[in-house]
């Protein structure tokens, strides 16, 4: 008896024991509760957890592709061809000077055989003024050029048998011209003897042109009757042609919202939109000039436009050739069959293009090209 009495005491000692134990637990959780709710107390470890993965997400969403690792104050996303003056000398000074004018780019694929012409092209840009020179030597000979006066002050590079169009699409990136008001990208048998580059800008900035190209001499080489300068100019900029096949109803290119491929000028914007446009395989670009209108932010009819009151005369000088391995003319025909077989390969991909992106509206649908370019 006096044994189960004893059992009996220690079992309530212990449950009492338990009892006040659980609730001194719960006082020191609450205590902390209302401590870590008023900032009172906090847990070293904290700061090292990860915050959650959505708002990383959050975070790496406004951040350029590429740069969700770094700080964003040193991110720089584009870039320009502008060379230092010197390899020595103050970096510190230099950032406090007045941010420069804005410029323009003038990219030319050269051959050495077209070095005079080219000359006084480049030479009637750089004393305009506002202009950066880039020169794509597609015959390799960039040496050559070293003794023309401006030669330093231009970016030469150089790569054998490539086109304009393989050149462009891989050194002027939009974010590597994105500093460069616009891009003029031409040929190399321009004579510029009627051109100012300066009051070309002025007219293509006033009348808001974001894809244009100056006017054909009558002289020229010419394959499209909306290139030609008008016999008398009434306007600074004509934007639709009228020939045996285009007429006053007109909607498409090549009668309306086009330029030739040979002395194009790009807005920045619209640069962006036909880089992206440019197929790394298709290195002649033919095609793609019925489909400028499309990169012309806005209605290509507006935006779209040849300026006669500078204008140029295109030699037709053949610029490529297939190296040595053909007679001159017989390569000139083999280049000018890929080039019509490319355009045929770039208008099925836009097709297909068109047709499998559900999404994109198509705003000329109703305004297709007045002439096939297939």
């Not at 050029?145 to 699409?169: G, I, M, P, Y």
């Not at 790009?266 to 446009?277: D, I, L, P």
């Amino acid at each position: 008896m006096g044994s189960a009495a004893s059992k009996l005491s220690t079992n309530n000692i212990g449950t009492k024991a338990k009892a006040i134990f659980f609730i001194a637990l719960l006082l020191f959780a609450g205590a902390v509760g209302a401590m870590y709710r008023d900032n009172a107390f906090v847990f070293n470890t904290q700061d090292a957890r990860p915050p959650p993965r959505k708002s990383l997400h959050r975070v790496h969403r406004r951040r350029p592709p590429g740069s969700e690792l770094l700080p964003r104050g040193i991110v720089q996303k584009t870039t320009n061809f502008e060379m230092e003056a010197s390899l020595t000398g103050n970096p510190e000074s230099q950032r406090d000077k007045a941010p420069p004018p804005k410029k323009s780019l003038l990219a030319v694929p050269v051959g050495v055989k077209n070095k005079p012409v080219v000359d006084k092209l480049v030479s009637k840009f750089l004393d305009a003024g506002g202009f950066t020179v880039m020169l794509f030597h597609y015959d390799g000979a960039f040496e050559q050029w070293a003794d023309l006066e401006w030669s330093n002050r231009a970016v030469h590079v150089a790569a054998r048998r490539q086109t304009k169009w393989w050149f462009a699409k891989r050194f002027l990136h939009p974010d590597v011209v994105a500093d460069y008001e616009y891009v003029f990208l031409w040929d190399e048998d321009i004579e510029v003897d009627a051109f100012n580059p300066a009051r070309y800008l002025d007219v293509v900035r006033r009348e808001g042109l974001e894809v244009s190209q100056p006017a054909l001499d009558r002289r020229s080489e010419i394959h499209h009757a909306i290139t030609t300068r008008k016999l008398i100019p009434t306007k600074d900029v004509h934007r639709r042609a009228l020939d045996t096949r285009c007429h006053a109803d007109s909607a498409g290119p090549p009668c309306v919202g086009w330029v030739e491929m040979m002395v194009p000028v790009f807005s920045r914007a619209a640069w962006k939109c036909t880089w992206k446009m440019i197929q790394n395989d298709l290195i002649h670009g033919w095609g793609i000039d019925y489909k400028l209108g499309y990169c012309a932010q806005g209605d290509r009819a507006r935006n779209v436009g040849v300026v006669d009151t500078e204008y140029v005369l295109h030699r037709g000088d053949p610029m490529l050739s297939d190296g040595d391995k053909a007679a001159p003319s017989k390569s000139r025909g083999a280049v000018r069959w890929r080039s019509n077989k490319e355009m045929k390969m770039f208008n099925r991909r836009w097709e297909e293009a068109a047709a499998e992106d559900s999404s994109w509206p198509d705003p000329y649908a109703a305004q297709p090209a007045t002439a096939s370019s297939t």
